[in-house]
């Protein structure tokens, strides 16, 4: 299903809620809650109030369980492009979440040990029970985490190569299109897919026309976000602009 909220403000206020609300159910059988995180512009103010939630309210993630969708690679935890550098500013830093309960693919490590941590990041989710929501941005490529155009739908946790023009989206960011990194280490489509609930969030203008392709074209590697039209359990967070296009 497809839910268009006015403007990105009341849309994460909503998506924000969904998150506390499962945060709190759990919270009442002594269960903790599964969250799969994303990063990048999307996500900012549904982060934002859930840290306000926190703040104000005394919403407590003593019993959250995080995993990101993905990490830039080869990426240092401390650089300020990091995924960790985000979450860490834009969530972690500003929440009682213990920090050895958030999971964010190590862009770090040795390129023969990926293969085994992208199996054990896996094995890990379903140690904890599965992800009980995972949210999503979308990119203009059609990608969801870092699965780009040619993803196949049962992709695991793996190093991906980045889209060029991903590459190009991010470079404002970095300085530059050729200080992007070339890879990273992404989620797969698969892994995105055993979640309970899956949030996939667009906002602006620029996001229209990946949106219709993603809600009505027709299903493709070509643009991964289609394999979405599978699941039941998906629902897309839209503001006007970005549903702008919707038939
Ligand atoms: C981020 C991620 C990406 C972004 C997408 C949209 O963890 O996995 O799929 O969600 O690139 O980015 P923004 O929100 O910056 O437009």
């Known amino acids: 299903p497809v839910t268009v909220f006015k403007n990105p403000k009341e849309a994460s206020i909503n998506v924000a809620h969904r998150i506390a609300s499962i945060i709190k159910e759990k919270q009442a059988k002594n269960l903790n809650a599964v969250l799969g995180l994303a990063t990048g512009a999307t996500p900012i103010a549904v982060y934002a109030e859930l840290v306000r939630l926190h703040q104000e309210e005394g ?3 003593k019993n959250v369980i995080t995993f990101n969708l993905d990490e830039y690679y080869p990426m240092q935890a401390t650089a300020a492009q990091s995924y960790v550098s985000f979450m860490n500013e834009n969530l972690f830093d500003h929440i009682d ?20 941590f992208c199996l054990a990041y896996e094995n890990k989710i379903g140690e904890y ?7 999503l941005g979308i990119g203009r490529t059609g990608h969801i985490g870092f699965n780009e155009p040619g993803s196949a739908p049962n992709s695991g946790t793996r190093l991906v190569t980045l889209d060029d ?9 970095f300085g530059g299109k050729s200080f992007v990194p070339t890879k990273a280490i992404t989620m ?37 976000a289609t394999y979405l039209q599978l699941s039941d359990n998906v629902e897309f967070i839209l503001d006007e602009e970005a549903a702008s296009l919707l038939t």
């Open 97 to 116: 979440i213990d920090k050895n309960n958030v999971h964010i693919p190590d862009g770090t490590l040795k390129l023969e040990d990926i293969p085994a």
């Open 165 to 173: 023009l991903t590459r190009r989206d991010a470079a404002r960011d």
């Open 129 to 135: 029970g599965g992800l009980d929501m995972q949210i």
């Open 188 to 224: 797969g489509i698969g892994t995105i897919f055993k979640a309970r609930e899956i949030v996939l969030m667009a906002w602006n203008r620029k996001k229209a026309s990946i949106i219709k392709k993603a809600v009505e074209g027709e299903m493709s590697s070509d643009v991964p």
């Open 59 to 61: 919403l407590s993630f």
